[in-house]
């Protein structure tokens, strides 16, 4: 994939991401695509692909918007750089705007989305959304055990 068509790409994936429009999003991606998101946990295929934004990101989130800046692409993988912000929907958090930055990672194929994951800081979302401190740490907490039980990395730990 060249840069033009990376950035093309990520214009629809964000065009269909603020939509809520899960087909649309979905179609960004291969058939057999895994999405892996810090919140939701990894969705495999198309028609979980659209469940996850039609049903839980804008259940959750309403004013979504979701950019990438910056983007780089090698013709297999690319990266780049977003900003997301939107107005929580969740009872509990009802009404708090939340601004978050990371880093997008794509494993491209044929034109498209084979595996998507991103580093995103979701403590600032969270104390954004007004988390109580001891639910923050258990989450940090989690988010921590399952970035060491990640192949990558235990095979990063071994050296």
């Given at each position: 994939?060249?840069?033009?068509?990376?950035?093309?790409?990520?214009?629809?994936?964000?065009?269909?991401?603020n939509?809520?429009?899960?087909?649309?999003?979905?179609a960004?991606?291969?058939?057999?695509?895994?999405?892996?998101?810090?919140?939701?946990?990894?969705?495999?295929?198309?028609?979980?692909?659209?469940?996850?934004?039609?049903?839980?990101?804008?259940?959750?989130?309403?004013?979504?918007?979701w950019?990438?800046?910056?983007?780089?692409?090698?013709?297999?993988?690319?990266?780049?750089?977003?900003?997301?912000?939107?107005?929580?929907?969740?009872?509990?958090y009802?009404?708090?705007?939340?601004?978050?930055?990371?880093?997008?990672?794509?494993?491209?194929?044929?034109?498209?989305?084979?595996?998507?994951?991103?580093?995103?800081?979701g403590?600032?979302?969270?104390?954004?959304?007004?988390?109580?401190?001891?639910?923050?740490?258990?989450?940090?907490?989690?988010?921590a055990?399952?970035?060491?039980?990640?192949?990558?990395?235990?095979?990063?730990?071994?050296?």
């Amino acid at each position: 994939m060249t840069q033009d068509e990376f950035a093309k790409l990520l214009a629809r994936f964000c065009a269909a991401a603020n939509a809520g429009d899960g087909q649309a999003f979905a179609a960004c991606f291969t058939e057999d695509a895994v999405y892996h998101d810090y919140i939701y946990g990894d969705h495999k295929g198309r028609e979980d692909i659209a469940h996850m934004m039609a049903h839980m990101f804008h259940r959750d989130a309403g004013d979504y918007d979701w950019r990438m800046f910056d983007p780089v692409c090698n013709g297999d993988l690319g990266y780049a750089w977003s900003l997301s912000k939107f107005t929580s929907k969740v009872p509990e958090y009802e009404g708090n705007k939340v601004v978050i930055d990371g880093m997008s990672r794509f494993e491209l194929k044929d034109g498209l989305i084979a595996d998507y994951r991103e580093s995103v800081n979701g403590g600032v979302a969270m104390v954004q959304l007004g988390v109580e401190e001891p639910r923050v740490y258990g989450v940090l907490r989690k988010w921590a055990r399952q970035l060491k039980e990640q192949p990558e990395v235990r095979d990063y730990l071994a050296d």
